[in-house]
């Protein structure tokens, strides 16, 4: 009788038979079972607040910010180019 394999969570250990991969640029693949993990386990934290980052965020210098604010106070000089809103006119 053939069973579901089942894939353990590298982030919490749980054994889940709904479990999924990620498998990365550079060729590392990792399983989870919830998208909360896998933020937790491979999203970039804010060099300024530590927040993860899950949205788009903003690089500054190679500096990865969680927003805008987080940019701008870390980094006054170039932070000011960038922009909260998508679209936002940079005149």
């Known amino acids: 009788m053939g069973g579901n394999t089942m894939a353990v969570c590298e982030t919490c ?3 889940y ?6 498998r990365t640029v550079g060729g590392g693949v990792h ?5 909360e993990c896998a933020i937790h386990r491979l999203a970039p934290v804010c060099e300024h607040c530590g ?8 690089e ?7 927003c805008a604010h987080c940019a701008r106070t870390a980094d006054q ?3 000011l180019e960038i922009r ?8």
């Open 77 to 79: 000089a170039l932070g």
């Open 17 to 22: 038979h709904m479990s999924f991969e990620i």
């Open 60 to 66: 500054v210098s190679g500096n990865f910010y969680c």
């Open 31 to 35: 399983v989870f079972d919830s998208f």
């Open 84 to 91: 909260d809103t998508v679209g936002a006119y940079p005149g």
């Open 13 to 15: 250990g749980n054994d």
């Open 51 to 58: 927040t993860k980052i899950v949205g788009h965020g903003a």
